[in-house]
T-cell receptor, first 111, second 113 residues
């Protein structure tokens, strides 16, 4: 079974608004990563947060991690139409380095 | 720098046929992996490898074989294709097996009739 569960499955907002996506997982992790996938393309890495970190920023992205609740959130501030894509969380739980992905959140940003 | 290259991009097979999806990376990455992506299912790990000569099963390995004879290449073989294997397949690699980002190919779309 998949490690990550993402919420919501789909999100539609207006340009300029903030978008928040959540990810819950089941087992302890070494790190959690977020990826973006544009339609018909491969996934692109956005940000990695380690298990001993609580918050991380990268440009307009803010990721939080709560290991006690086994959850993470991705916030995209001041969204743009170009942010329209699917976003996936992935957890790294074992020393082999394999990543297990969630089902993803589809974000639509309307201009 | 090409990154991760997958071929073919599109393939149509008949049930029972065999084929190999090719994956090559030019970043000298130790770790390589194959995922399949189906609507509503996200990405599911099929097989992975932490170095040449070493492979292991992921979440959905049945019906697929892999080998890793070189650092650069990680082919995925379907020995007897089934309609349930209709999917988009992604190859991904990373340099540090303990942590770090995955680099993805552009995907191979397979249809099994």
């Amino acid at each position: 079974s998949q490690q990550g569960e993402e919420d919501p499955q789909a999100l539609s907002i207006q340009e300029g608004e903030n978008a928040t996506m959540n990810c819950s997982y089941k087992t302890s992790i070494n790190n959690l990563q977020w990826y973006r996938q544009n339609s018909g393309r491969g996934l692109v890495h956005l940000i990695l947060i380690r298990s001993n970190e609580r918050e991380k920023h990268s440009g307009r992205l803010r990721v939080t991690l709560d290991t006690s609740k086994k959850s993470s959130s991705l916030l995209i501030t001041a969204s743009r139409a170009a942010d329209t894509a699917s976003y996936f969380c992935a957890t790294d739980s074992s020393n082999t380095g394999k990543l297990i992905f969630g089902q993803g959140t589809t974000l639509q940003v309307k201009p | 720098n090409a990154g991760v290259t997958q071929t073919p991009k599109f393939q149509v097979l008949k049930t029972g046929q065999s084929m190999t999806l090719q994956c090559a990376q030019d970043m000298n990455h130790e770790y390589m992996s194959w995922y399949r992506q189906d609507p509503g299912m996200g990405l599911r790990l099929i097989h992975y490898s932490v170095g040449a000569g070493i492979t292991d099963q992921g979440e959905v390995p049945n019906g697929y074989n892999v080998s890793r004879s070189t650092t650069e290449d990680f082919p995925l073989r379907l020995l007897s294709a089934a309609p349930s294997q209709t999917s988009v397949y992604f190859c991904a690699s990373r340099g540090n097996r303990g942590a770090g980002e995955l680099f993805f190919g552009e995907g191979s779309r397979l249809t099994v009739l």
